[in-house]
């Protein structure tokens, strides 16, 4: 009789492991399926680039290939960048992508 209650106690916590287990998996979205992941702060915002966003790229990535767009580089670590003017005129959208990495930013239009 021991035994089956041990049997019993042990099919019992397994079943609530795999339950809690299935929970959390269910709840956490892949980051491929997650689409832009914003990757702005204060920091960048100071330097005049605003509104970081990366898809499938790291945001150290994605920090590097707006640094290097607003230095002038046309194709920031091998990405190839669009442009259009964003809100008010005052800022350039940025959409640049290579392979299927996008990182899209604005930029502070320099005085002129």
């Known amino acids: 009789m021991t035994h089956s209650r041990s049997a019993r106690r042990i099919l019992a916590s397994s079943g ?8 959390f998996c269910l709840a956490a979205k892949p980051t491929e399926a997650a689409g832009f992941r914003s ?5 960048l915002e100071n330097k005049g680039i605003s509104q ?3 898809s499938r790229a790291s ?3 994605a920090r590097q290939v707006a640094y290097a ?8 670590k091998g990405f190839s960048c669009v ?13 640049c992508s290579r392979q299927d ?3 899209r930013f604005l930029l502070l239009k320099p005085a002129s």
């Not at 990757?39 to 920091?43: A, D, L, M, S």
């Not at 767009?69 to 920031?76: E, H, L, N, Q």
């Open 16 to 23: 609530f492991v795999v339950l809690v287990v299935t929970c």
């Open 39 to 43: 990757c702005t702060n204060q920091k």
């Open 52 to 54: 970081l966003r990366a």
């Open 59 to 61: 945001c150290k990535l």
């Open 69 to 76: 767009r607003r230095g002038g580089d046309k194709m920031p």
């Open 83 to 95: 442009s259009g003017t964003g809100s008010g005129g005052e800022l350039k959208a940025y959409s």
């Open 101 to 103: 990495r996008i990182v």
